[in-house]
Nanobody, 122 residues
Framework: QVQLVESGGELVQVGGSLRLSCAVS????????MGWFRQAPGKEREEVAT????????GYADSVKGRFTISRDNAKNTLYLQMNSLKPEDTAVYYC???????????????WGQGTQVTVSS
């Protein structure tokens, strides 16, 4: 069955960096758009970054542009999110998801991981 497993979340200080990973199985990873989303306590889930099946197109939320980089290794069936210059407002549970098409809309994503907690401490 389709599985997405995030890892890499932890407590980090303001200005620090983290790299999240999402290991997938149960489907042909190289055929799908993938995305990272996040949800902070009391807030709606929001799109963070999106990457096309071949890595040729990427998209970012305005709040993370220039600080976060999404990438993928289709040979390793793994999605990444490099996060630099972290801010307290980046604190959230981060989810990876498989998309039905290239989109920044969460309803276009049909499979989700369990999430990994990122906490940015000031």
């Amino acid at each position: 069955q389709v599985q997405l497993v995030e890892s890499g979340g932890e407590l980090v200080q303001v200005g620090g960096s983290l790299r999240l990973s999402c290991a997938v199985s149960g489907f042909t990873f190289s055929m799908y758009t993938m995305g990272w989303f996040r949800q902070a306590p009391g807030k709606e889930r929001e799109e963070v970054a999106t990457i096309a099946w071949n890595g040729g197109d990427t998209g970012y939320a305005d709040s993370v542009k220039g600080r976060f980089t999404i990438s993928r290794d289709n040979a390793k069936n793994t999605l990444y999110l490099q996060m630099n210059s972290l801010k307290p407002e980046d604190t959230a549970v981060y989810y990876c998801a498989r998309g039905r098409k290239y989109s920044q809309v969460s309803s276009d994503y049909t499979y989700w991981g369990q999430g990994t907690q990122v906490t940015v401490s000031s």
